[in-house]
């Protein structure tokens, strides 16, 4: 994660409203047309950044209220918060890391995806051109910037013996997550564990030097990572809500797809910490390469198969994320979600 996403002093994640009060009422508001619309709160997984662009453009471009929906989007502070947040109401939807929402679950949390929109991982392992690292086999005797217990770590793992690698090949340095960018510049660690659609742009404009990865997904491994998630309150008792929520969220991806500086431009004022306007070009740029599996290929955003949520399933039980392992149907609200 960024440095910049040390800077908290935004209102607090947990004191969000989850309704604003338009004159027809709390949690409705009117268009300029005089339209009804369903007040909703979307939670980012963190600080908004490039992967990000589609919410705003779809907001932007009237897309969601098209759907009913009057749309405010607010940041995050991780993954597993948003996770915890959507059960608890504090937030109508999120968007949250498919890991984060599998161990929540494990751990009894009551939340469901609607769909995974990031269906290849991003994750990775990045470093600097200069390294010469061109396959998992040059990482040995590498010192590698990664954060204890996260789903980046844990999987690490599987992907060294995926391609003929023991964990004593490299060494990992316990960073936390903010720092594991500042720790490759300062060449304290030879790289780093991160997500390719957001360190690594951000790390090559900090050094101004040329970032090269390794994707997981490359070499043998891949899972579900980024998608839209709600509480199972939302579900039971606002179905219809939901079912718009997601055609509104496809929709908007896919028209940023297709419009990606104008997509990027829609951010503009989204954060104090927003990155500069070439990182959030570079890392929607990424995102959009990480909409699709073999299985999903052609299809619109978000659409997921049962086959693509048990491998992620079964390779979050491997990497010890999940310790229980359910049926997909416990994780993802079929009902809800697109059809292929």
Known sequence: MHPRRL???????????TTACGED????????SGKKLDAVTLTLNWYPYGEHAPFYYGKQRKIFEKHGIDLTI????????????????QTDFGWADTPALLSGVDQGVGVKSLGVFLQTTPSSVQFFESENVTTPADLK?????????DALTKT?????????????????????PAGKIAAVISGKTDALL?????????????????????????????????????????????????????????????????????AVAAMGGASEQLPPKNVLS????????????????????????EGDWRRTIDIMARAGLVKSPKAVQEYWDSGTALKG
Do not use: C
């Open 282 to 305: 570079e890392q929607f740029a990424t995102t959009v390469t990480l909409l699709h599996t073999d299985a999903t290929r052609g299809a619109a955003p978000g659409v997921n198969t």
């Open 141 to 149: 005797g590498k010192t590698i910037a990664g954060t204890a217990g």
């Open 74 to 89: 607010r940041a995050g502070q991780g993954s597993q918060k948003t996770v915890q947040a959507t059960a608890a109401g």
């Open 156 to 176: 690490f793992p599987i992907f060294l013996e995926k391609n003929g690698l023991k964990e004593s090949d490299v060494t990992i340095q316990n960073t936390d």
């Open 7 to 17: 800077l908290i002093g935004l209102v607090p994640l947990f004191l969000i409203a």
């Open 194 to 262: 991160g997500y390719a659609s957001d360190q690594g742009p951000t790390m090559k404009n900090k050094a101004k030097k040329e970032v090269s990865y390794l994707r997981f997904s490359d070499h043998g491994l891949n899972f579900y990572s980024n998608g839209l998630i709600a509480g199972q309150r939302i579900l039971a008792e606002r179905g219809d809500l939901a079912r718009r929520m997601v055609r509104a969220v496809s929709e908007s991806w896919a028209a940023a797809e297709k419009a990606p500086d104008p």
């Open 25 to 32: 009422g709390a949690g409705t508001t009117t268009s300029d």
